[in-house]
């Protein structure tokens, strides 16, 4: 069974930085795709960033503080966060289409304080 787990997240400090990781199991699959969203409290869920074999795009919002990046090794990537801002507070998914489905993380929640 293919999951999805996310972990990293917590309570910072404006200006301070976490890393969230995803990791892949129950397959070998290295999808070629992989992405985090987020959603914070009364918002709908935005896409923050996402990595192809060819292409990494950010949010303008994240643009120069987060950085997307993966270990195929362990089949997990990650999403380094720096230079948090209040705003960037919500709940982070990973996302990654395997085998022509879509799989999601439980979601994490991060917290940055003023």
């Known amino acids: 069974q293919v999951q999805l787990v996310e972990s990293g997240g917590g309570l910072v400090q404006a200006g301070g930085s976490l890393r969230l990781s995803c990791e892949i199991s129950g397959t070998n699959y290295r999808s070629p795709v992989i992405a985090w969203y987020r959603q914070a409290p009364g918002k709908e869920r935005e896409l923050v960033a996402m990595l192809t074999t060819t292409t990494v795009n950010y949010a303008d919002s994240v643009k120069g503080r987060f950085t997307i990046s993966r270990d195929k090794f362990k089949n997990t990537f990650y999403l380094q966060m720096s230079s948090l801002k209040p705003e960037d507070t919500a709940d982070y998914y990973c996302?990654?289409?395997?085998?022509?489905?879509?799989?999601w993380g439980q979601g994490i929640q991060v917290t940055v304080s003023s």
């Open positions: 996302n990654s289409p395997i085998l022509g489905r879509q799989y």
